[in-house]
Nanobody, 124 residues
Framework: QVQLVESGGGLVQAGGSLRLSCAAS??????MGWFRQAPGKEHEFVAA????????LYTDSVKGRFTISRDNARNTVYLQMNSLKPDDTAVYSC???????????????????WGQGTQVTVSS
């Protein structure tokens, strides 16, 4: 059974840091990433990493503040979030794409496995 289990969310003040983890079990994937959804807003792509070569992709609003990384031995992906802002408040979900692709996809429909989501709240 394939599972993506997230951890690391919480409440932090603006300017603070959090690290999210997503442990995958049941199979390996070609791409793993993070999406977020704030109340009343669409699912938004945050970052993703190619499992084979480590190529990363970020949405513009988090570049320079967030870093996605992977631990192949643990089949785990991390999202280090620094300089957090109130606008980063959302439910963050880990997602995995099992298909081999030329480019990392930023649309939620391209990802076929999802975690349960973890709340990140940034207070001003």
């Amino acid at each position: 059974q394939v599972q993506l289990v997230e951890s690391g969310g919480g409440l932090v003040q603006a300017g603070g840091s959090l690290r999210l983890s997503c442990a995958a079990s049941g199979r390996t994937f070609n791409t793993m990433g993070w999406f977020r959804q704030a109340p009343g807003k669409e699912h938004e792509f945050v970052a993703a990493i190619s499992w084979s070569d480590g190529i990363t992709l970020y949405t513009d609003s988090v570049k320079g503040r967030f870093t996605i990384s992977r631990d192949n031995a643990r089949n785990t992906v991390y999202l280090q979030m620094n300089s957090l802002k109130p606008d980063d408040t959302a439910v963050y979900s880990c997602a995995a794409d099992s298909r081999l692709r030329v480019r990392i996809k930023i649309t939620a429909s391209a990802y076929d496995y999802w975690g349960q989501g973890t709340q990140v709240t940034v207070s001003s």
